[in-house]
Nanobody
Framework: QVQLVESGGGLVQAGGSLRLSCAAS????????MGWFRQAPGKEREFVAT????????QYADSVQGRFTISRDNAKNTVILQMNSLKVEDTAVYYC??????????????WGQGTQVTVSS
């Protein structure tokens, strides 16, 4: 059974850093795109970052460009989101996602359960 498990969320002060990890199991996702999305209270889920299967095609939301870095380790079936210079507006539940081809309209083939990131001022 496919499962995506996020870890690394927590409470951090503005300007701090967190490293989110998503470990996939039940299937090898080396040929899949992987990504991170987030959802804040009262808002729709929004795109944060995605990375292609080979790691060469990476996209970031404008709001996190230059602060967040997405990476993957296909040998470990894992995708990472390194978050630096965190802002209060980064507060949200962060979800790991996997897609065979793409993430149309922020949809995915598989989703993790989410991990809470709270940034305080």
């Amino acid at each position: 059974q496919v499962q995506l498990v996020e870890s690394g969320g927590g409470l951090v002060q503005a300007g701090g850093s967190l490293r989110l990890s998503c470990a996939a199991s039940g299937r090898t996702f080396g040929s899949y795109a992987m990504g991170w999305f987030r959802q804040a209270p009262g808002k729709e889920r929004e795109f944060v970052a995605t990375i292609s299967a080979n790691g060469l095609y990476i996209q970031y939301a404008d709001s996190v460009q230059g602060r967040f870095t997405i990476s993957r380790d296909n040998a470990k079936n894992t995708v990472i989101l390194q978050m630096n210079s965190l802002k209060v507006e980064d507060t949200a539940v962060y979800y790991c996602a996997v897609a065979r081809w793409a993430f149309p309209s922020n949809n995915a083939d598989y989703w993790g359960q989410g991990t809470q990131v709270t940034v305080s001022s």
